[in-house]
């Protein structure tokens, strides 16, 4: 019999007993309406970003019961998942899309949202513009129809994906329905070893304890790998919470956060900051405050690392072999990596150090950041892209566009024989035109490595952007270290 | 919202771990704005070869004829990856009402019991039970008993859901009736963090 559906408060009255609280119980108990009996909570959300895929039923759902959205200005929108990353000014020639994406702009007017659509400098992947724009902040409630919505989890706030009625929800009431997860801390202790960065530690976490072993927790990333992280890189490891499994993930803020808040569109302005600074500055898990779940990991002994199979947690070292079949105790597990393979077109027990791949993808809300692009063009720089591969490089919004052309990164880009494209989702699911074709490889920095998500049939392979511009120039699946030499 | 009380059915079953919404409903048939028709997509790239309706896969589950009913049985970790309801709209859309796994992705079974498709957790054993029933053995699904039965042999198993969601489904309740009941709650709870 499962337990997972019991309403389980047993973390947080051993805390409250302490006194002793754990950051997410921090912004979790400031944002309670009311609880349940017997069931889920009533949660408050400060921030309720939406884009064009999973809002249009929540609009026509609200819009049947003759409402309108109750906080229109709690609610931010963007075009992201299914806009064209070519010609962005023309209008989007799939009808389809272009539909969806009018039924955004129109919804937005009726109910009083703003949009930064495409054509606004402020428009492109909803995870990008939100930390880019000072809207998210430490402390805050953050949904959006979106799983990697855990990305905004790297301020120190309580953010997570739902489903569109949970986005009608949100719309008709600003709370959406929770229960309260169990509590997970993993905490990443030491320095990092040379060539290693962010994408490499989460995937190094997911591959140790598989795409489900998160399920039912909220993760608190901690530790000093953690802290000596830029918040670029804490957004790439929350941003992939939901790959093992996590409802959302997050890191207590600190001086790191404040001074990338500090002087953004949103964020607070001179009058507001001390208030709001020493506010934030309490927002860390006690000392003493228990988790449910407590997973230790050197830093020293996490590598550059790669996906081979068809989820997130099928990773391993750049230098390693797929699995060994009669190695893998458990039947299932065998089963699901043997179709794995099959789908990948790999063999087991082999190394992939050196497999040609056709196609690289820089982009995703998982790395498509200024700092994502500047780590590539800081190895590609001087160099040219391999005749045999085609390089994607999507930048994951209008500012990010904008600042690569103001650091001069586009021109290295270009001469390495790169196209950079406009900002917006892209390759990363498949939605729009740029698709990976069937039996193509793809070293992609994005978040899913799932069969046909990237396009059908095609066979992606996750990993940091530091190995997908290694690649890039090589053709090859390449270690990093070696490249750098 | 439609209610559910008890159900008895033949299932399909998917002998698949991880089974994630790309596989459910593939991105690339997200770009309707209504919630109709993703039925005749669901497991779209397992059905057919390079994506051409002519051309079935004939060892998926869903192409063989002799498999069909309202309940899906589905390996652990089902509907993980995006939080996309469209996978719970497809799955309704195909006739499917109960979902049958070990193991949930959290969001996806969130999206389905707002839809009211009931997503079963059972035990692993209990799981490889039905997995080892034939295409005519039919399953009950008992809701305000908490149980999932296989006709067969009587075998039974009790399953977990917080009373809140049994009395949404029970009855055909949204959280959307709920939250506008508690409206006056939410604005005073809004003049006091203000």
């Known amino acids: 019999m499962s337990k997972e559906d019991k309403y389980d408060n047993a973390t947080l009255n051993k805390n409250e007993s302490k006194g002793a609280k754990t950051l997410f119980e921090k912004i979790w108990e400031k944002h309670i309406v009311k609880t349940i009996k017997g069931g889920p909570s009533v949660m408050y959300i400060d921030k309720h970003f939406i884009h064009e895929v999973t809002s249009p039923q929540a609009f026509k759902g609200i819009e049947k019961r003759g409402m309108k959205v109750f906080r229109p200005q709690q609610v ?55 930390p880019e724009l000072g809207i998210t902040q430490p402390g805050m409630t953050i949904v959006c129809g979106d799983s990697h919505t855990s990305t905004h989890g790297a301020f120190g706030s309580i953010a997570f994906g739902i489903g569109t009625s949970e986005v009608e929800m949100a719309f008709a009431s600003q709370c959406v329905m929770q229960s309260k997860p169990k509590l997970m801390r993993i905490n ?28 039912g927790y909220f993760v608190e990333y901690a530790g000093s790998a953690i802290r000596e992280l830029s918040m670029e890189a804490r957004m790439t490891i929350c941003n992939m919470s939901i790959e093992m499994g996590a409802r959302g993930g997050l890191i ?85 990596i043997i179709k794995a393979l099959q789908y990948m077109g790999l063999e087991a027990g082999k190394p992939l150090l050196g497999m040609p791949v056709q196609h690289i993808f820089i982009g995703s809300c998982t790395n498509s950041r200024i700092e994502d692009l500047r780590l590539v063009a800081s190895v590609i720089k001087g160099k040219r892209k391999n005749d045999n591969v085609h390089v994607m490089i999507v930048p994951g919004s209008q500012q990010v566009a904008m600042q690569v052309k103001a650091e001069g990164l586009d021109k290295i880009f270009t001469e390495a024989g790169f196209q950079i494209r406009q900002a917006g989702c892209s390759a990363c699911l498949g939605m729009n035109e740029d698709k990976i074709p069937a039996g193509e490889y793809c070293i992609s920095t994005s978040n899913r490595n799932f069969e046909g998500r990237q396009g059908a049939g095609a066979r992606t392979l996750l990993a940091s952007p530091l190995t997908a511009a290694a690649a890039a120039i090589t053709g090859v699946v390449t270690d990093i270290r070696d490249f750098l030499r | 919202m439609q209610a559910f009380t008890v159900l008895t059915s033949t299932f399909i079953p998917l002998p698949i771990e991880n089974v994630d919404t790309d596989q459910i409903i593939p991105a690339r048939f997200l770009k309707a704005t209504t919630k109709d028709g993703f039925g005749k997509n669901l497991f779209r790239d397992w059905r057919y070869e390079n994506d051409d309706e002519s051309k079935h896969r004939a060892g998926f589950v869903l192409n063989q004829p002799e498999y069909k009913g309202a309940i899906l049985v589905a390996g652990k970790n089902f509907g993980c990856g ?36 009931l997503p079963i957790t059972v035990s692993d054993e209990f799981l490889q039970k039905i997995f080892r029933e034939n295409n005519n053995s039919l399953l009950t699904v008992n809701l305000q008993e908490q149980t999932i039965i296989i006709n067969r042999t009587g075998e039974s198993e009790h399953f977990d859901i917080n009373d809140y969601k049994k009395t949404c489904l029970l009855n055909g309740y949204d959280d959307i009736d709920y939250l506008l009941s508690i409206k006056d709650d939410i604005i005073n709870f809004e003049n006091q963090t203000a």
């Not at chain 1, 530690?201 to 399920?215: K, N, V």
């Not at chain 1, 600074?277 to 006690?286: G, H, P, T, V």
């Not at chain 1, 002994?301 to 996906?307: G, K, Q, R, V």
């Open chain 1, 76 to 130: 931010v929108a963007t075009a992201d998942h299914n806009v064209p990353t070519v010609n962005q000014h023309l209008p989007i020639k799939d009808e389809l899309s272009r539909l969806q994406v009018q039924q955004l702009i129109e919804n937005c007017k009726n109910h009083h949202i703003e949009l930064y659509g495409l054509g606004h400098p402020f428009q492109g992947i909803v995870h990008v513009i939100g």
């Open chain 1, 188 to 215: 990443i202790e030491g320095k990092l070893n040379k060539a290693v960065v962010s994408k490499d530690i989460i995937l190094y976490i997911i591959a140790q304890i598989s795409a489900s072993g998160a399920t």
């Open chain 1, 252 to 336: 207590a803020p600190d001086d790191t956060t404040f001074d990338y808040i500090k002087g953004r569109k949103f964020a607070p302005g001179a009058a507001q900051w001390d208030l709001k600074l020493a506010e934030w500055k309490k927002l860390y898990s006690d000392k003493d405050a228990v988790f449910d779940k407590e997973i230790n990991i050197a830093a020293a002994s996490i590598p550059p690392m790669i996906t081979y199979g068809t989820n997130p947690g099928l990773g391993i070292a750049i230098t390693g072999i797929t699995p060994v079949i009669e190695s893998i105790p458990d039947e299932g597990e065998r089963k699901n």
């Open chain 2, 82 to 117: 995006s939080s996309r309801e469209h996978a719970a709209w497809s799955i309704l859309d195909a006739g499917i009402n109960v979902v049958v796994s070990s193991f949930f992705a959290d969001i996806f079974k969130n999206n389905a019991l707002n839809n009211g498709v």
